[in-house]
């Protein structure tokens, strides 16, 4: 392996281009047209453009991003996540193409998309699962009540080949409930390909924990232990952290259990993370779904680990894993990671693209990383995610690494747009989150509270 090409853009392409060139790997880039000056462009030995602005168009087409590959020399594709990371056809086109494919095999990457079949899997491994629905095609409503009446009310409406909180609506009753289904089936459809849907029981104080794993292929795997996701919005995480707040040992150890379990069994290879919603108050766990990816969040583990994630990925790929014993793997303090967007949180956390007059980050240190794929002059714009960085921050204890997070926060300059810099200062600062009363609620529960406290010393 050689050149490795990055079928993404932003922060992860200049994430795994960091680490290539650490291992003496070549790199390539692809570009759309909004993306001809962005700093990952820039960083690469090799930048190929792909197309319009829009994903649909360039970053979602695999046979341009294969164009590039060979167009670039390259002879390995990292997916990074989002895009084409957990589409397995694509990962099928890369070894057709005798490309080196950077994540586990096409077959895993498809199983473990079909979130009901991923369920089933996870089921015959031993791993407990939420109770759930059959699969309801596009336009199917037959026998919708009854299941939703076995299933238990309040529910999510869920598309099956959906993922990373898209695809997912809330039930409370049943008069609301065909609408639902219907809108989501309709929605999954555009956006996946596939309007399936099912239902699964909603758990009203739940927590989000993963596990992260690693994978040899051959039915052995390690974790890298767990990460709290229970701070989101819409769904979509906000801060991450590592250990899981006031989580028992012993369901600490089960779930790392569960998921090693289901790694085992599909016999998985790379990097991954095992998704689980846990009842935040009886701490029962339950199987939410396997990302077959780097995650964004990954940093997280690697600074409680000191592992470097996506090494481990690229030496596996390349035929030269550095295989670890679970003993040998061990974590140190507490990391707290924040994801700063391009956002507005008073207005519904609706993005908000535009110039970037001054984008100053703090500097990084042993206990804080910023993992960013903007510069000062950048143009945030309404194409991609509005993710601006990841402010990471590690300390001894959860209340060190807190404060490192928020003194990194305070420290940003950003000017041109609207951000949520001052709501992730608050949610940090607020005495619930604290003491780490953290649940998927929290911000919806205290968004109102949070908005009006902003920042504190």
């Known amino acids: 392996m050689r050149r490795v090409l990055v079928a993404n853009r932003g922060e992860i392409a200049l994430r795994v281009f960091r680490t290539c060139k650490a291992l003496g790997l070549e790199t390539a880039a692809v570009y759309s047209d909004a993306d001809a000056e962005a700093a990952h462009v820039q960083a690469a030995d090799r930048a190929v453009h792909i197309g319009p602005a829009a994903a649909r168009e360039s970053y979602l087409v695999a046979d341009k991003v294969l164009a590039a590959a060979r167009e670039a020399g390259a002879d390995a594709i990292h997916p990074g996540y989002g895009f084409l990371s957990e589409n397995a056809a694509f990962a099928e086109a890369v070894a057709a193409a ?4 950077v994540g586990p095999r096409a077959e895993v990457i498809r199983a473990m998309g079909d979130k009901q079949r991923a369920r089933d899997l996870a089921e015959q491994a031993g791993v407990p699962v939420v109770p759930g629905s059959r699969r309801f095609a596009e336009g199917d409503t037959e026998g919708l009540a009854a299941e939703a009446e076995r299933v238990g009310y309040p529910l999510l409406v ?8 898209i695809g997912m609506r809330r039930v409370d009753a049943p008069a609301t409930l065909a ?4 809108a989501t089936q309709s929605m ?6 596939d309007g399936a849907v099912f239902l699964e029981r909603f758990v009203p104080k739940a927590r989000h924990v ?3 794993v690693f994978g040899y292929g051959d039915g052995t795997a390690v974790h890298l232990f767990e990460r709290d996701c229970s701070l989101q919005r819409r769904f979509q995480k906000v801060i991450e952290e590592s250990p899981a707040p006031g989580l028992p040992e012993p369901v600490r150890a089960a779930m790392a259990e ?10 998985y290879e790379g990097a991954g993370t095992v998704e689980f919603i846990v009842d935040a108050e009886s701490f029962a766990f339950f199987f939410l779904e396997m990302n077959t990816r780097i995650q964004v969040e990954h940093a997280v583990t690697e600074m409680i680990t000191g592992r470097d994630l996506v090494a481990m990925q690229l030496e ?3 035929g030269q894993p550095g295989r670890l014993a679970q003993e040998a793997i061990a974590a140190k303090g507490h990391a707290i990671e924040c994801r700063l967007y391009a956002e507005n949180p008073a207005k519904m956390f609706m993005p908000s693209p535009g110039p970037l007059r001054i984008f100053r980050a703090p500097e990084a240190a042993r206990d804080l990383r910023i993992d960013s794929g903007y510069r ?6 309404p194409f991609y995610d509005p993710m601006l960085a990841k402010v990471i921050a590690w300390g001894p204890d959860r209340t060190a690494a807190r404060r490192r997070a928020a003194d990194a926060l305070r420290a940003f300059a950003v000017e041109g747009i609207a951000t949520n810099r001052e709501f992730l200062l608050a949610c940090l600062s607020d005495e619930a989150f604290a003491s780490g009363d953290v649940h998927t609620g929290f911000i919806d529960s205290r968004r109102a509270q949070l908005l009006a406290t902003g920042d504190k010393p």
């Not at 005798?98 to 494919?101: A, C, F």
């Not at 000062?376 to 714009?381: I, N, Q, R, S």
């Open 98 to 101: 005798g490309l080196v494919w």
């Open 158 to 165: 869920k598309a099956a080949a959906g993922g990373g909180g």
């Open 179 to 182: 609408d639902t289904v219907w």
């Open 188 to 193: 999954a459809a555009k956006a996946f390909g």
């Open 210 to 212: 993963e596990i992260q």
């Open 258 to 267: 569960a998921a090693l379990r289901l790694a085992r069994a599909v016999r």
């Open 316 to 318: 596996l790929a390349a």
């Open 376 to 381: 000062e002059g950048d143009l945030v714009t």
